[in-house]
């Protein structure tokens, strides 16, 4: 029995395919979803989805999202969602640098937690990208 993972953002479909098994960044830590799971929905942190198919782990970065588990289907709608293949190391390195620049020039407290969040988001990149094959 397999599990049908969907990851949606404003934009795009990221991904639609049959998998075995879902790990993702629950807001509240960590969790595992194989086939006739419970139904359950959770809000995301920033960080990286896996899941396990044909014997191969992908990854793939999430940010502000949920996962609505129902019925065999994981669906994922997230703000951005990027395969880690597909993510673009340098560009996610730079973004990095630029945050961490704003956040030393941040005059008030939500100019930093702005920064500080798009600092979160660029780490998570470079670690899902770090883990693409
Ligand atoms: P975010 O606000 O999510 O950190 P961003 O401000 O760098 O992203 P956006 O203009 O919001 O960029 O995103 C445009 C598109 O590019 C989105 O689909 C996002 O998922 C994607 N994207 C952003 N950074 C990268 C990256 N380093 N590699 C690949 N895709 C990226």
């Not at 790990?23 to 959770?42: D, K, M, Q, S």
């Not at 588990?69 to 390195?93: C, F, Q």
Request: one cysteine or more; glycine letters at 8%; hydrophobic letters at 40%.
């Amino acid at each position: 029995m397999s599990l049908q993972l969907d990851i949606v953002t404003p934009d795009k479909l990221v991904l639609s395919t049959s998998v075995e098994y879902v790990g993702a960044p629950g807001y509240e830590g960590e969790f595992g979803v194989l086939p006739n799971h419970i139904p359950f929905l959770c809000a995301l942190q920033i960080g990286n989805l896996y899941y396990r198919k044909e014997g191969r782990t992908h990854y793939v970065f999430v940010s502000g999202g949920f996962a609505d588990v129902s019925g065999n289907k994981v669906t994922v709608l997230a703000e951005a969602a990027e395969k880690a293949e597909e993510i673009d190391l340098d560009g996610a390195r730079k973004a990095k640098e630029r945050a961490e620049q704003r956040m030393k020039d941040a005059q008030d407290r939500i100019a930093y937690a702005r920064a500080q969040a798009e600092l979160q988001r660029e780490i998570a990149r470079m670690s899902a990208a770090s883990k693409a094959k």
